[in-house]
T-cell receptor
Framework: AQKVTQAQTEISVVEKEDVTLDCVYE???????LFWYKQPPSGELVFLIR??????QNEISGRYSWNFQKSTSSFNFTITASQVVDSAVYFC??????????FGTGTRLTIIP | DAGITQSPRHKVTETGTPVTLRCHQT?????MYWYRQDPGHGLRLIHY???????DKGEVSDGYSVSRSKTEDFLLTLESATSSQTSVYFC?????????????FGPGTRLTVL
């Protein structure tokens, strides 16, 4: 069975601080895929990134970066110089190659101006 | 914009009544999904479809049925709604057919069962 754990239920930081959202996963599949989604207060779900299990390179996109470590089964998400628009619920998700996407319970991030 | 609409966007109904939620896509994608979102649970897969008339169960399929008679429409039916089915329901599509590519979500339907 697959499992995604986002232990941080809520995080608050002051604007311009850096913040890291943790994601730990469990799977028996040798090939799997990891995702991050953002859900702003308006409610829609926005796709942020997909990583394959065979590609452990970290990724950076503007102020966003992702650190994938198979040794610790983690796929952490860092926002640098946070902004109020980053306030949202962030979900980490895992797929083992079939159609079933397993989501974590989400981390609510609040950026304080 | 993934071209996904959901209807209705909000619905209040009473226990025991049937409810159908509609997901419509404009991009002719093969794979479509229904999820529910509840506090403390994230999103959980209810059912998905991999083509017209081809559907399969997800993690929380009890009490739900689905139908897909056209590529563009995926219907979720609660035959007899219960209060435990009060939730926000999201439809999603997957672009491409090679592997678990990212899914893109509709705006959601907030369902309240009294």
């Amino acid at each position: 069975a697959q499992k995604v754990t986002q232990a941080q239920t809520e995080i608050s930081v002051v604007e311009k601080e850096d913040v890291t959202l943790d994601c730990v996963y469990e799977t028996r599949d040798t090939t799997y895929y990891l995702f991050w989604y953002k859900q702003p207060p308006s409610g829609e779900l926005v796709f942020l990134i997909r990583r394959n299990s065979f590609d452990e390179q970290n990724e950076i996109s503007g102020r966003y970066s992702w650190n994938f470590q198979k040794s610790t089964s983690s796929f952490n998400f860092t926002i640098t110089a946070s902004q109020v628009v980053d306030s949202a619920v962030y979900f980490c998700a895992l797929s083992g190659g079939n159609e079933k996407l397993t989501f974590g319970t989400g981390t609510r991030l609040t950026i304080i101006p | 914009d993934a071209g996904i609409t959901q209807s209705p966007r909000h619905k209040v109904t009473e226990t025991g009544t049937p409810v159908t939620l509609r997901c419509h896509q404009t991009e002719n994608h093969r794979y479509m999904y229904w999820y529910r979102q509840d506090p403390g649970h994230g999103l959980r897969l209810i059912h998905y479809s991999y083509g017209v008339k081809d559907t399969d169960k997800g993690e929380v399929s009890d009490g739900y049925s689905v139908s897909r008679s056209k590529t563009e429409d995926f219907l979720l039916t609660l035959e007899s709604a219960t209060s435990s089915q009060t939730s926000v329901y999201f439809c999603a599509i997957r672009r491409g057919t090679g592997g678990p590519n990212e899914q893109f979500f509709g705006p959601g339907t907030r369902l309240t069962v009294l």
